[in-house]
């Protein structure tokens, strides 16, 4: 019988060791041929692609360079940006690529055309000398003028230039048609690698299919039915009967074996399900351990208690966390409210909005815009005669005023500059309108000046007279920096409208011959004639003089 029994372990085991042999035959063949299609991958991807990438790259810098240099001969003008690109071409590029493709000729792979494309090199910076001599003979507009640099560069570029350009061009693609094959043909040797592992899988999967498959009759005969036979023995004893086969000695041990570990599944039961309503945060889930030796239901009971305050904990300091995020938050919106007010007080509505989407505000041409400068008369005399403090709030009267009157009408506060007031209507959103709005508050200005300028000086209080100055036209508008932000206006508009303050008089609203063609049906003007304006000349001034009756 032992005899049998070793034979028949024997047989099983010389079985196992063939199916793991033909196994790791398998893999050691599969493993090299792997390998060996990795390396080939490898260099198609890391070499033989890029270098045909790069090459690629140099037939089109130098079809490029041909197209150039035709351009530089026939096309005049110095403003053609093939001509900047024709040396950047020879400065940049092509040391890029060539340094590029000297590297790639260190790999076994791109090795075989390093005389070549060294020649390719060699050729192409000659062909540059005769690029370059181009270039230098036609510099400049006049050069063009002469007929003998133009009949020159002509003929250079027929019988020099664009023959050898064409060598070049078809010798770069007859070393990217020979690297393609080259590629092509690694490409095939390793799908037939490929084929091979293949068929060699699929030969050791039906080996190994048929082994197991004599294996498994083996064991079937061999092991599967004495387990059979203990299986209902145990399936006799789970379900409290005296086992039928007689593979054990029958006594009231096994029995009570049994309705033991039938005893402490129910037990467990019990005590998963007490420990799901734990953890399902159920605390009030009755609960009675087997005994007082039952470690695991007195764990189980201190646990509930420890998880029951530690929920509890944990529940006030959410609710106290809860509030404090509700607190934060509603700190956080205000100061967020707060700076979207400082935006919105320093940039107009539109330019503020572009800003915070974008994190810039764009410069923009403003085709019609009404600008307004205002200038107090007599400051450094008056601002001698006070204390920086008087003189400041002197300043912010008029200004506060000012930023009262223009907020009635759709006009955008530039900036002051020291005594100087600016402000400009049409800006940034364009205002059919905005000229006779400006100069409705420049009369409102002018009203509140001369008001305070005799109630003041009754007071005895110090005053400021003021010019006012107004023009129209174009202007960019827009922000400038990263730093402490201003929105502002650019352009000779803004120059005439300093011009108009300049060559007023105290108390008075000078406006251009633009805004007089405008507002002359709507407002008494007095024509000033023609005033000279620095850097400007001869310009036609006008004083407004108020609104005409309806």
Known sequence: MKKLVAIGFIKLYTGFAIVLSVTFFSLVYNYFAAQKNKAT????????????????????????????????????????????SLET?????????????????????????????????????????????????????????????????????ESEVLPKAKALIDGIERLIARNKNRAEVMNHEMSSSLNSMLTVILLVSIGVFLMLFILTVYIHRSITTPVIDVQKNLSDLS???????????????????????????????KTSSFAIDIGHGNF???????????????????????????????????????????????QIESEKKKSEE???????????????????????????????????????????????????????????????????????KIKT?????????????????????????????????LTSLEERTKQGLPVFNIRFGIHCGPVVAGIVGMKKFAYDIWGDTVNTAARMEQKSEAGKINVSEPVFQLVQDKFMCTYRGEIEAKNKGMLKMYYIEGRKNA
């Open 239 to 269: 379900l409290g009967k005296i086992p039928e086969h007689d593979l054990a000695d029958k006594d009231d041990v096994i029995g009570t074996m049994v309705n033991a570990l039938r005893n402490l599944n129910e037990s467990f039961n």
């Open 41 to 84: 991958l490898h260099t198609i991807n890391s070499e033989l692609l890029p270098y045909l990438s790069k090459l690629d790259e140099f037939r089109l810098a130098l079809t490029r360079s041909k197209m150039y240099t035709t351009n530089w001969v026939f096309l005049q003008y110095e403003t053609n940006p093939d001509r900047g």
């Open 342 to 412: 400082l935006l919105l007080n320093i940039l107009p509505h539109e330019v503020a909005e572009e800003l915070k989407a974008n994190g810039r505000a764009n410069a923009r041409r403003a085709d019609f815009v009404s600008v307004l400068f205002t200038d107090m008369v007599n400051f450094t005399r008056v601002a001698e005669s006070l204390s920086p403090e008087q003189l400041v709030a002197l300043i912010d009267f008029y200004f506060r005023k000012f930023d009262e009157i223009i907020g009635k009408y759709h006009i955008e």
């Open 89 to 157: 071409l020879h400065s940049k590029e092509y040391p890029a690529i060539k340094s590029s493709l000297s590297h790639y000729l260190s790999f076994n792979s791109c090795s075989s055309d390093k005389d070549s494309l060294q020649k390719l090199f060699s050729d192409y910076e000659q062909l540059q000398k005769n690029e370059s001599e181009i270039m230098s003979s036609l510099a400049t507009f006049e050069d063009y003028q002469q007929a003998s640099n133009k009949f020159m560069s002509e003929d250079m570029l």
């Open 417 to 449: 500059i020291g005594d100087a007031y600016m402000c400009a209507a049409g800006i940034p959103t364009p205002n059919p309108n905005g000229t006779e709005e400006l100069v409705l508050a420049a009369l409102e200005m002018q009203e509140f000046v």
């Open 284 to 330: 009030d889930a009755s609960f009675t351990p087997l005994s007082e030796h039952d470690r695991l239901g007195q764990a189980l009971l201190n646990m509930r208690q420890s998880l029951k305050a530690y929920s509890e904990e944990m529940e006030q300091k959410v609710a106290d966390r809860t509030a404090e995020i509700l607190k934060q938050k509603e």
